[in-house]
């Protein structure tokens, strides 16, 4: 398994060759330098760069932002921690820079760091409220290099479609080869001669492949890298004028913030892409994530007219949705009401809902009945039904571990604390000692 996610000041050091003791000394002479002192140590950068730990102070923010140069308006304007260096904010849109977004991406998993941190809230905001503003373009004509054949496009087009059509087990092997189609497609938007009808199919698979990437760099909690890839994504998609593909990025944007608990930026950015998708199905997913960030901040009335839009809108689709949401259907309504309903305080009627929906997902989704079965386990703890719990819990992490997917483990893993009161009913000792070794690997990877 992959290793304890970096918290951002740890990676920021490492881009600057920083220990933590070097880090301390910067911040006294940063001090110094305003003629004040600061009796920082390496015991105390530390403590900043533990889970879950406080922020420091905006004064010692400031000088840490001395340390690595970092304007101190960026400070205040981002917040803590997103003004770090390793944490950029995306490219703004509408700038003509999509190659710039899409390569910026990749240079981000090249940093090949792995951070609990997205883009900051502000930013990602701002995103979207471009990406609403601005009309689509197609893209601008090639620049000089050899002539791209259509045929080949469509080859590649067919390649990634099969790739990213996989069941979910089979994904996680995919990842080099992926990168290496992104890097392909980037390569030919580059440098390659093509018409405009080629350069928007170009645009739209680079999309595509930069959505999927950014997927699995979520699933392995590199968020910032996730980030930018669905940056270069709704980069690609407003150039190709693909307006329903840039609604769904936007929706992964929204489920990345909604994951880290940060339910406000993503009502916002959702509310972006419904002013500009019409699709039902679409629609539904959107406020199906809207309903979701609403029961996060305890808003019940704004919960449920969100799942009532949800069902009204499902319920009216006939034709086909769009690419990025045709796996979406009523087990994903359901399951997702339930932890809504969850968040509310309601967990009979959200076990229910959730019992529904398990029994309608396909076989082949394995990371969702992975994050299911963990809000079914949820569930079944806050009722008293510790031992049906404790094997619902087992069989996600069974899953989780099965499709390699960091995040879904970290989640079954948060419920452990509930089940320390109950180590002597059925299950939950060998649940607990799964997780024991569970994190024994990941230490011993680390390593």
């Known amino acids: 398994m992959d290793a304890f996610p970096q918290h951002p000041l740890a990676i920021a050091r490492s881009l600057y060759d920083l220990s933590q003791a070097d880090l301390a000394e910067g911040i006294k002479k940063a001090a110094r330098r305003r003629n004040r002192r600061a009796g920082t140590t390496k015991q105390q950068v530390s403590v900043w760069e533990r889970p879950g730990a406080h922020a420091p102070t905006l004064w010692y923010q400031l000088l840490i932002a001395d340390v690595f140069g970092i304007d101190s308006d960026l400070v205040t304007a981002l917040g803590w921690p997103y003004w770090l260096p390793g944490s950029e904010a995306p490219v703004p849109l509408g700038t003509g820079a999509t190659v710039t977004a899409l390569r910026e991406a990749q240079r981000r998993t090249m940093i090949s760091r792995r951070t609990l941190l997205g883009i900051a809230p502000a930013a990602l905001t701002t995103l979207a409220q471009q990406w609403a503003a601005l009309d689509p373009a197609l893209g601008a004509s090639a620049a000089d290099g050899q002539a791209l054949a259509p045929e080949l496009v469509t080859w590649l087009?067919?390649?990634?479609?099969?790739?990213?059509?996989?069941?979910?087990?089979?994904?996680?092997?995919?990842?080099?080869?992926?990168?290496?189609?992104?890097?392909?497609?980037?390569?030919?938007?580059?440098?390659?001669?093509?018409?405009g009808a080629t350069g928007s199919r170009l645009h739209v698979?680079?999309?595509?492949?930069?959505?999927?990437?950014?997927?699995?760099?979520?699933d392995h909690e590199d968020h910032t890298a996730a980030g930018h890839y669905w940056s270069a994504a709704l980069h690609a998609a407003h150039q190709a004028g693909d307006t329903d593909r840039g609604a769904g990025v936007l929706a992964d944007f929204a489920y990345q913030s909604i994951w880290l608990d940060q339910a406000a930026p993503a009502i916002g950015v959702l509310d972006h892409a419904l002013n500009r998708t019409q699709d039902p199905t679409a629609?539904?997913?959107?406020?199906?994530?809207?309903?979701?960030?609403?029961?996060?901040?305890?808003?019940?009335?704004?919960?449920?007219?969100?799942?009532?839009?949800?069902?009204?809108?499902?319920?009216?689709?006939?034709?086909a949705p769009p690419a990025w949401c045709n796996w979406y259907n009523l087990a994903d309504l359901a399951v997702d009401s339930g932890r809504c309903l969850i968040d509310l305080g309601e967990t009979g009627p959200a076990l229910r809902q959730i019992s529904q929906g398990m029994a309608l997902l396909p076989a082949a989704r394995n990371k969702t009945r992975a994050v299911f079965l963990a809000y079914e386990a949820e569930t079944l703890l806050r009722q008293g039904e510790v031992d049906h719990s404790a094997a619902t819990a087992q069989d996600a992490l069974i899953l989780a571990q099965q499709?390699?997917?960091?995040?879904?483990?970290?989640?079954?893993?948060?419920?452990s604390a509930g089940f320390q009161p109950h180590r002597k009913v059925q299950g939950v000792q060998q649940f607990l000692s799964a997780l024991r070794s569970e994190s024994r690997g990941k230490a011993a990877t680390s390593r």
């Open 157 to 195: 087009e067919h390649s990634a479609q099969h790739l990213t059509s996989l069941a979910t087990a089979d994904r996680q092997h995919t990842t080099q080869l992926l990168d290496s189609y992104y890097d392909t497609v980037v390569g030919w938007l580059e440098n390659g001669r093509y018409d």
């Open 205 to 218: 698979l680079a999309s595509s492949l930069a959505q999927t990437i950014g997927w699995h760099r979520f």
């Open 283 to 319: 629609r539904s997913l959107l406020h199906l994530r809207k309903a979701r960030a609403h029961a996060m901040n305890g808003d019940a009335r704004d919960c449920r007219r969100a799942l009532k839009a949800a069902e009204h809108a499902l319920d009216t689709a006939v034709a």
């Open 403 to 415: 499709i390699g997917a960091s995040r879904c483990v970290r989640q079954i893993t948060s419920l």
